[in-house]
């Protein structure tokens, strides 16, 4: 048996299969992961003695928050990797993340104004959390209008690469920002270094729509990816040979 290597998949006509395989499996996990996080917030998760009812916005907007800034860093990474080695299928994935990504930062800020309407008395502040974080829609806004801008393939992906590897020093400054600064924003309520700050079953949702939110990136991105991936190897023959249309031509 062929042993799988970490490029196996790295040509987009194999990705593209694998992909298709795991999409509908990600979009069952996504679904039944997210019914039973909403379940276990909002109906089992007992109220805040602090926040009432209104914290619960949580479970929606600290996986929204936090995912989205990791998107931005895989999406960096994938577009660096791009760049640098000139790998297609990097580049695509890159171009596949960052809608993505910019859907959950808008959550993130959404869902944040909700919270923080009932809990600070205001639904925005120019603060350094809140402020950094704006940017990084900004940010996706930015590198998914450059790579549209451009037709060339090959120059849009470098030039959105450039524009993401700068734009990745912002993600620690929105993560560390509540340390540096004095915000309006509360700290972290879940840490790796200390116990959990809240109820097991508050945490159990958390968990849930977290795994739920990333179950829905994936399905999302892959599905997005086999669209770039179809659309950019148009001319090759594995592409002609699916459509029905016969081999390439010479």
Do not use: C
């Not at 593209?16 to 276990?40: Q, S, T």
């Not at 109906?43 to 990791?70: K, N």
């Not at 200390?194 to 968990?207: D, E, H, I, Q």
């Not at 849930?208 to 190897?233: G, H, K, P």
């Amino acid at each position: 048996m062929t042993n799988l290597r970490w490029s196996t998949f790295a040509a987009p006509s194999r990705f593209y299969r694998l992909a298709g395989r795991l999409v509908p499996l990600f979009w069952v996990a996504a679904v039944v992961l997210a019914a039973a996080g909403l379940w276990v917030g909002f109906g089992i998760a007992p109220t805040d003695f602090q926040q009432g009812d209104a914290y619960r916005i949580i479970f929606i907007h600290v996986p929204a928050a936090s995912i989205s800034m990791l998107l931005y860093m895989v999406m960096a990474f994938w577009a660096a990797v791009g760049w640098a080695a000139n790998v297609r299928l990097a580049s695509m994935m890159a171009k596949a993340i960052a809608p993505t990504g910019a859907l959950l930062t808008f959550i993130g800020l959404w869902t944040g104004a909700l919270w923080g309407k009932p809990m600070w008395g205001t639904w925005w502040v120019w603060d350094a959390r809140l402020t950094s974080y704006f940017i990084l829609l900004l940010l996706y806004i930015g590198y998914i209008a450059l790579t549209e801008a451009i037709d060339d393939v090959r120059r849009a992906a470098n030039a959105g690469a450039l524009l993401a590897l700068v734009g990745a020093v912002n993600v620690p400054i929105i993560y560390f920002s509540v340390r540096w600064w004095n915000t309006l924003h509360q700290g972290a309520t879940i840490s790796m270094t200390a116990a959990p700050k809240m109820a097991s079953t508050m945490l159990t949702a958390m968990l849930l729509m977290t795994l739920a939110f990333w179950a829905y990136s994936f399905a999302v991105v892959f599905t997005r990816a086999r669209a770039i991936v179809l659309e950019q190897e148009s001319d090759t023959e594995w592409v002609r040979t699916l459509a029905g249309v016969g081999p390439a031509r010479a």
